[in-house]
């Protein structure tokens, strides 16, 4: 599956990957498409067997706060003022324990035979630390950790991160004396590397142990980036190393959230990427990732690839995985059925990378062809390779009717980002000034030999 990896009308951020047996499941938040608020009051779960991540199963809702048409209220303490956000969901001594935050709420633990759950309500967090630390018991975006002697530990935080042990025979009530403030700090604390908004905390906390070494995943003040700060023991203290991924590169950034996962000996980065114009509709991307033996994870690039190898051009490419979209373009969508790019302008820039356009072809053109939905203008699209200046192979002109329209191109082999660039002579006049109206929406496009 290409990024999204869930079903395109999926919206799930905050995405916790985690590996119990040989399968992967994703347990984030809930978003609607074209929202105004973030979240809603149920979280999902998503598997994929680990020998194939392009085939995604949805375990349906595995835990509520508020009755719905299929289910009671999983909490008798909510109301409609109180959503679900970011969970977690560990595995103590054959169970399956999910850490829930609940928005203006008090947080709680819930657990499970299995980890598709559906989960049932356990208790609500005990504890003796102070409400101003806990956030008034909301316990923002729960990272849990079982290290390897059994100690469990959580990590939570909005703008100010602390950190407890858990009782781990009961998984849910926090150990007097155990809370750590401030592990990633919210100012300069240059010995320990955080100097600048792109180190300091704000939120999202997602802890792993790889080898001997911690590694807290967490959003910084810098706002669209996933950094990474390790330490050799859980409670810390912890050493900014750099950031994982900016959903916010050439592309309509957020706050993110995710965590790291390694899969048949691949490592990923889960995040989310921003559709339909707001921060507050977000969908599960990821990308590979590397960690050296230096522990160190090179910031890697936002692709179109999910888990894919390469993208195929002679297969139909829905506009709406686009990596890059640059000039106020943005996805949108229309229903369950369709999205598409739309507020495409003079000077938009719209990315897929990357595509595998294979070996040796005996004919030096090709043909690609795009649907759009004409918006009573007149421009032209170039077709670009490996950058918003690289080499065209071909355009094509876009009228102001909607329709399926076909140009010859530059046949190409190898392995290519494609980059459509939108220009225009037209200018229309609105209110006495001229303004960059919309052109058309883009649906799909297609390379054909």
Not at 146 to 161: A, L
Request: aromatic residues 14%.
């Amino acid at each position: 599956m290409a990024n999204p990896y869930l079903p395109k009308w999926e919206y799930i951020p905050d995405g916790e990957p985690r590996v119990f047996g040989d399968r992967v499941y994703i347990y984030g938040s809930h978003d609607r498409a074209g929202s105004i608020t973030f979240c809603d009051k149920v979280l999902k779960c998503w598997s994929a067997s680990v020998d194939n991540l392009n085939d995604w199963i949805c375990h349906g809702d595995i835990f509520h706060v508020a009755d719905d048409r299929d289910h009671k209220s999983d909490t008798d303490w909510t109301t409609e003022i109180n959503d679900l956000y970011a969970p977690d969901v560990v595995e103590k001594d054959g169970k399956y324990y999910l850490y829930a935050y609940i928005m203006n709420g008090r947080g709680c633990v819930a657990v499970s035979d299995r980890p598709e759950g559906p989960y049932r309500l356990l208790s609500k967090y005990k504890y003796n630390i102070s409400e101003e630390i806990t956030c008034n018991g909301w316990f923002i975006d729960p990272g849990v950790l079982v290290d390897d002697d059994g100690r469990t530990y959580i990590y939570c935080g909005f703008e100010r991160s602390f950190l407890a042990e858990i009782n781990s025979d009961n998984m849910y009530e926090v150990l007097d004396g155990t809370c750590i403030e401030h592990f990633i700090p919210v100012e300069d604390r240059p010995e320990d590397g955080f100097v600048g908004r792109e180190t300091w905390f704000f939120e999202a906390c997602s802890p792993r142990k790889v080898g001997d070494t911690y590694y807290m995943i967490y959003s910084p003040k810098q706002g669209s980036r996933l950094a990474y700060a390790t330490s050799d023991k859980p409670t810390g203290p912890y050493k900014y190393r750099g950031y994982i991924v900016d959903n916010g590169v050439d592309y309509p950034g957020g706050n993110d959230h995710g965590s790291i996962a390694c899969i048949n000996g691949q490592w990923y980065i889960f995040y989310h990427r921003m559709t339909n114009g707001t921060i507050m509709s977000r969908r599960a991307c990821v990308e590979r990732i590397e960690i050296l033996e230096d522990g160190t994870i090179p910031a890697v690039e936002m692709t179109s690839l999910g888990f894919q190898d390469a993208l195929n051009p002679y297969e139909i490419t829905p506009a709406e995985i686009a990596c890059v979209l640059k000039g106020g373009a943005i996805v949108t969508e229309k229903n369950v059925f369709e999205r598409v790019i739309t507020q495409i302008k003079e000077g938009c820039i719209i990315g897929y990378k990357y595509y595998d356009f294979g070996k040796d072809y005996s004919s030096k053109t090709m043909e690609f062809a795009m649907q759009v939905y004409g918006l009573g203008c007149d421009c032209d699209v170039h077709i670009l390779l490996d950058g918003e200046d690289g080499e065209e192979i071909g355009s094509v002109h876009v009228g102001p009717d909607s329709g399926v329209l076909t140009t010859i191109v530059k046949a190409v082999t190898g392995r290519h980002a494609v980059f459509l660039k939108v220009t225009t002579d037209y200018q229309g006049w609105q209110c006495g000034e001229i303004s960059r109206r919309p052109l058309f929406d883009l649906k799909q496009f297609v390379f054909m030999k």
